[in-house]
């Protein structure tokens, strides 16, 4: 497998992923859009995975490259029909990207949440062997809002519908994150726009508070992790 990954801030990279792909040799490729990276080839390669970021879809004026990153998933899904990973804001490009479309998240869905599989995720493939109910990083103020129409969706929570989709047979994304280590949330807690958001929503030294609840967490979000990346590999695989 080589994949492309699109990448839009230094700590929002594939994070645990990054150990299981190289456990396992696959090369990969990270655009880093938000440095002036080009887009490549996509016809190099076999899979695309798009990270988070503090940037809304709707930001193009401030942010240009989000036009031909649109551009691109679009192409990856409705043309090449390769296997792709959308995660946060990934998950908020491919809807709209595919002409679905993002709205804020009333509240800001921020901490330490339960999503729950819906009965088309327990059969999704991306989610076999992993648990109906699963606690996960929330970090987001937009919400996928309309699905594009021919998405399923696969997750939700109670303050948010779309948690993950899958478009067509080979493209899923997730609004939660499942990327974590044990950096993650101190890394994230220095970047202004995400500290501002928890602080909003959760008050004086959310930050701390945030890292201890996940702590505990961490080998359950990381197996979890390791599921998902094996069961991506199979879809690749079969695709």
């Given at each position: 497998m080589h994949l492309l990954v699109f990448q839009h801030l230094a700590c929002e990279h594939p994070g645990v992923f990054r150990t299981f792909l190289s456990k396992d040799r696959i090369s990969w490729h990270t655009v880093k859009l938000n440095e002036g990276d080009q887009i490549p080839d996509l016809r190099a390669f076999d899979a695309l995975w798009v990270m988070g970021g503090p940037m809304d879809v709707w930001d193009v004026e401030e942010y240009p490259w989000l036009i031909?990153?649109?551009a691109a998933i679009r192409r990856w899904v409705l043309e090449l029909r390769r296997p792709f990973l959308g995660v946060c804001l990934g998950h908020q490009l491919l809807a709209d990207a595919l002409g679905g479309t993002c709205g804020p998240q009333r509240p800001a869905e921020i901490g330490?949440?339960?999503?729950?599989?819906?009965?088309?995720g327990l059969?999704?493939?991306?989610?076999?062997?992993l648990s109906a109910r699963q606690k996960c990083l929330q970090w987001h103020s937009v919400r996928v809002a309309q699905p594009?129409?021919?998405?399923v969706v696969l997750a939700s929570s109670s303050l948010c519908r779309v948690q993950s989709m899958r478009v067509g047979k080979h493209a899923w994304s997730m609004q939660y994150h499942v990327e974590l280590e044990p950096d993650t949330i101190p890394a994230w807690g220095q970047v202004p726009a995400y500290a501002q958001a928890l602080d909003a929503t959760q008050g004086e030294g959310s930050l701390q508070r945030m890292a201890e609840s996940a702590a505990p967490l961490m080998t359950s979000f990381n197996e979890h992790a390791r599921r998902l990346y094996a069961n991506?590999?199979?879809?690749?695989?079969?695709a």
């Open positions: 031909p990153e649109k330490i949440c339960e999503i729950e599989l819906t009965p088309e059969d999704d493939p991306l989610f076999a062997g594009p129409d021919d998405a991506f590999k199979n879809a690749l695989v079969a």
